[in-house]
T-cell receptor, first 115, second 110 residues
Framework: DAGVTQSPTHLIKTRGQQVTLRCSPK?????VSWYQQALGQGPQFIFQ???????QRGNFPDRFSGHQFPNYSSELNVNALLLGDSALYLC??????????????FGPGTRLTVL | AQRVTQPEKLLSVFKGAPVELKCNYS??????LFWYVQYSRQRLQLLLR??SRESIKGFTADLNKGETSFHLKKPFAQEEDSAMYYC????????????FGRGTQLTVWP
């Protein structure tokens, strides 16, 4: 199992463009969360998907949207890119079942640079 | 609202010295607290969580509800402990939404 995988590794866009980032969860995981990590900061929660629906959302504008597919993989879309959207975007997956706490596993991230 | 504070951005110690990475939190409920670690060129990974009360790689962390702290400690630091450490909080009622501190870069000198 390769664990959580993300693509692409790096991405350069210009202001106003749109971007799509992709995430494949760890085998057996059904819940995917996205985090934004700006330089020098800890990860900030964007939103979470479970059963193909957005279940929770952090304090991010509607320009940030997502999707989860039947195979549990997920996409993060950002429209009308701003310079401030430059960050490392992390995907994390976990299994929602069972009675005990289930660890989240993180992917390597996608480094987005907006020029 | 919940908040996680790591007051030290950088921390340096010599090999064999004790190390303590500080974490304070604010949350009115009963949170779950975690320490995540990111070694150079590796992904973020869970180091330990308060409820398991484990010692991982010689690290321990005790939840102090009175002081709302969850400091990470190791009695004898090793060079391989050099990494970025993040304290994180889960409110417990959510599906694994984590609130992270800004992180502490630990450097252990030989």
């Amino acid at each position: 199992d390769a664990g959580v995988t993300q693509s692409p590794t790096h991405l350069i866009k210009t202001r106003g463009q749109q971007v799509t980032l992709r995430c494949s969860p760890k085998s057996g995981h059904d819940t995917v969360s996205w985090y934004q990590q700006a330089l020098g900061q800890g990860p900030q929660f964007i939103f979470q998907y479970y059963e193909e629906e957005e279940r929770q959302r952090g304090n991010f504008p509607d320009r940030f949207s997502g999707h989860q597919f039947p195979n549990y993989s997920s996409e993060l879309n950002v429209n009308a890119l701003l310079l401030g959207d430059s960050a490392l975007y992390l995907c994390a997956s976990r299994y929602s079942g069972g009675s005990s706490y289930n660890e989240q596993f993180f992917g390597p991230g996608t480094r987005l640079t907006v020029l | 609202a919940q908040r996680v504070t790591q007051p030290e951005k950088l921390l340096s110690v010599f090999k064999g010295a004790p190390v303590e990475l500080k974490c304070n939190y604010s949350y009115s409920g009963s949170p779950e607290l975690f320490w995540y670690v990111q070694y150079s060129r590796q992904r973020l990974q869970l180091l330990l969580r308060h409820i398991s009360r484990e010692s991982i790689k010689g690290f321990t962390a005790d939840l102090n509800k009175g002081e709302t702290s969850f400091h990470l400690k190791k009695p004898f630091a090793q060079e391989e402990d050099s990494a970025m450490y993040y304290c994180a909080l889960d409110r417990g009622s959510t599906l694994g939404r984590l609130y992270f501190g800004r992180g502490t870069q630990l450097t252990v000198w030989p």
